[in-house]
């Protein structure tokens, strides 16, 4: 029996400039039987979320990258697609303030483990 038939498979599209840490996040996120679709930035991460528009659990992107930061694509995420969940890494207060009610919010570095949590409790536990 395949993966995708032994129950929903979630998808989860991870933002990270950083080839390491995307690499390290990711293995934390297959390790709970996630699918995870890796892009490099922000304006990545906004077309690869229209590509695959409805079959994307969760966004999951750094507070700050260049040019598209993670703030910015959760609110651009949040006019198309208001109940999309996305988990911002690396904020601050200010972040957690003008952030809308889908996201949540992870401060300072980000550890697999710590992602993880924080991704089920965002996929509701999954």
Not at 24 to 40: D, F, H, M, P, Q
Not at 54 to 63: F, H, I, K, N
Request: with cysteine; hydrophobic share 50%.
């Amino acid at each position: 029996m395949s993966e995708r038939t032994a129950g929903p498979v979630r998808r989860v599209l991870l933002a990270e400039l950083d080839v390491q840490l995307r690499a390290g996040l990711a293995a934390a996120l297959r390790s709970a039987r996630l699918e995870v679709v890796e892009v490099a930035n922000g304006f990545a991460a906004f077309r690869r979320y229209m590509q695959l528009q409805g079959e994307v659990d969760l966004v999951v992107a750094p507070r700050y990258m260049r040019e598209y930061d993670g703030l910015a694509l959760a609110r651009g995420l949040a006019t198309l697609a208001p109940a999309m969940p996305v988990l911002l890494t690396g904020c601050g207060a200010e972040c957690a303030r003008s952030a809308s009610q889908n996201v949540r919010v992870m401060r300072g570095e980000v550890a697999g483990a710590e992602l993880l949590a924080e991704a089920r409790l965002a996929l509701g536990g999954a």
